[in-house]
């Protein structure tokens, strides 16, 4: 079993929809939940990053950590064509800030 | 600002070759880290170095090495290269390494092994 888990997708959805990410994991020590989006032949680029549980937002993008479930979800509020492209999330722990990500869920936004 | 710059953008080898990777880290970032991205899959932790010296390492055979300058630029060296090394080759540089430090990412050198 992978420590972080993560749906490749692809998920399609219309343009102006609210779009949900998610992750789960399995090791209690991930303190540091990231994450970041790639587009095509480029690196990734950091989105959101959250400590511990709770929420965050930040513009159009919301990032929630359940710890109790080892969850954490990326919203997309009215979500743009722009928005294409894979997320990955990334997680990391007090003792070891390397970080272990996802697989990456493909994401398209339909016109 | 200039972000993280890596070189090449593309390169193609064959099997046994070495291979050198180089990246430059944002202006004021002491710490440089590489990832390997396999098609399909979230990037793998090969090595963080950290003031020159090296800080952490992933699950890589001995093929693998790095270093970082003075400058605090990095290479990446690959030793007798096998086609499972085809892949997405990233880096990434943060301020230091204590304590959570968000790591900004290069666009990466695609390696190509045939």
């Known amino acids: 079993q992978k420590e972080v888990e993560q749906d490749p997708g692809p998920l399609s959805v219309p343009e102006g929809a609210i779009v949900s990410l998610n992750c789960t994991y399995s090791n209690s020590a991930f303190q540091y939940f990231m994450w970041y989006r790639q587009y095509s032949r480029k690196g990734p680029e950091l989105l959101m990053y959250t400590y511990s549980s709770g929420n965050k937002e930040d513009g159009r993008f919301t990032a929630q950590v359940d710890k109790s479930s080892k969850y954490i979800s990326l919203f997309i509020r009215d979500s743009q064509p722009s928005d294409s492209a894979t997320y990955l999330c990334a997680m990391s722990s007090d003792s070891n800030y390397q970080l272990i990500w996802g697989a990456g869920t493909k994401l398209i936004i339909k016109p | 600002d200039a972000g993280v710059t890596q070189s090449p953008t593309h390169l193609i080898k064959t099997r046994g070759q070495h291979v050198t990777l180089r990246c430059s880290p944002i202006?004021?970032?002491?710490?440089v880290s590489w990832y390997q991205q396999v098609l399909g899959q979230g990037p793998q932790f090969i090595f963080q170095y950290y003031e020159k010296e090296e800080r952490g390492r992933g699950n890589f055979p001995d093929r693998f090495s790095a270093r970082q300058f003075p400058n605090y630029s990095s290479e990446l060296n690959v030793n007798a290269l096998l086609l499972g090394d085809s892949a997405l080759y990233l880096c990434?540089?943060?301020?230091?390494?204590?304590?959570?430090?968000?790591?900004?990412f290069g666009d990466g050198t695609r390696l190509s092994i045939l």
């Open positions: 202006s004021g970032h002491k710490s």
């Open positions: 990434a540089s943060s301020l230091r390494n204590t304590g959570y430090q968000p790591q900004h």
